[in-house]
């Protein structure tokens, strides 16, 4: 935002954001959010995305309107929206055709050319509609003083995460789970690492401590003070990649979750490091896990384009420029 109004001094530049999983209240407090959504929109001649927004593809729009769908995940690991309708945690098809799920998009971002068929196929638009370009986040990742003074920040916080062990843990969110991090935290304590438990804000247990403890700051935030991070199925994977962070995978429920939601990439074979089905043979990857055999780096290369003498923020802004440029005077 900071950029866009630096090369737009004259757009007025707005956020609208909300999160509704985490109460009753939340969710029906969203009706009025789509109502100021919709005004917004009304009075906009460029729109940009990180989710699904139901007033953008419901509504029919003024001509001169551009929308971009920048989705929130960096790469694509998990099938997800049209690739798994009406399979596992899919959405029905019948109420996607109904709520025209992704529809009136002008152009969907993916981090590579790799991952563009299976972001196209996610999306339901034709693959022209796909531009290669990676998420603003990579930007901070990979600057140096953004991320030492976040974690300066962070340390003055909780000054325990000052040692050398940090294991940030961040899983995917899988419907109808819930999080205790008790043993997780108790197990990598005894071989000398220290837990940043970072689950999904709707799968932490309210008497959790060890998950409510860090609940104040983003996981992204936590990836300035981790040494490893630990996932099960999550796109964190790739941030991890970009930073240069050693990623360990742990997914005790591997077979059942291809069967219920399944992957673009074959996940076994392609993923860094092996699997590890039981917290001992999680732990015993920590102590072995190093950046040194390259599997990471080439992995993120492979799904994550960073590009080079300038910024995907400024890729993201040129896209926003070619789109407003192309447009009908409104």
């Not at 108790?186 to 071989?191: D, I, K, M």
């Not at 673009?264 to 072995?288: K, N």
Request: hydrophobic share 40%; glycine share 4%.
């Amino acid at each position: 935002m900071e950029e866009l109004r630096r090369q737009f001094p004259d757009w007025k530049i707005d956020a609208l954001c909300y999160e509704f999983h985490s109460s009753t209240r939340k969710k029906l407090g969203y009706v009025w959010h789509v109502v100021t959504q919709m005004v917004h929109i009304s009075r906009s001649r460029l729109v940009v995305l990180d989710t699904y927004c139901i007033p953008v593809s419901v509504l029919k729009h003024k001509e001169s309107l551009r929308v971009i769908q920048m989705w929130h995940a960096l790469g694509n690991l998990k099938k997800f929206g049209y690739s798994i309708l009406d399979v596992g945690e899919g959405a029905s098809s019948g109420i996607a055709r109904t709520m025209h799920m992704h529809a009136n998009y002008d152009a969907v971002l993916t981090s590579s050319l790799a991952s563009a068929p299976s972001f196209a196929q996610a999306f339901d638009v034709p693959l022209s509609t796909m531009r290669v370009i990676s998420l603003p986040r990579t930007d901070v990742l990979r600057d140096a003083d953004y991320m030492a003074t976040t974690k300066a920040r962070l340390i003055a916080e909780y000054p325990e995460l000052s040692g050398s062990k940090n294991v940030l843990f961040a899983p995917t969110f899988q419907k109808g789970t819930q999080f205790v991090s008790a043993q997780l935290s108790e197990t990598l304590s005894r071989a000398g690492y220290h837990l940043i438990a970072k689950p999904h804000p709707v799968a932490v247990a309210q008497d959790d401590a060890e998950a409510q403890r860090y609940r104040a700051h983003s996981t992204f935030e936590f990836l300035s003070v981790a040494n490893y991070v630990v996932t099960d199925y999550s796109s964190i994977i790739f941030e991890a990649g970009v930073a240069g962070i050693p990623v360990t995978i742990f997914a005790p429920n591997f077979e059942q979750y291809v069967k219920e939601r399944d992957f673009y990439i074959d996940f076994a074979a392609e993923i860094p490091g092996t699997i590890t089905r039981t917290l001992s043979q999680m732990v015993e990857q920590l102590d072995s896990v190093s950046l040194a055999d390259g599997e990471l780096e080439a992995f993120t290369r492979k799904y994550v384009n960073l590009p080079t003498g300038h910024t995907s923020t400024q890729e993201l802004i040129d896209l926003c420029k070619e789109l407003i440029a192309n447009a009908p005077t409104p």
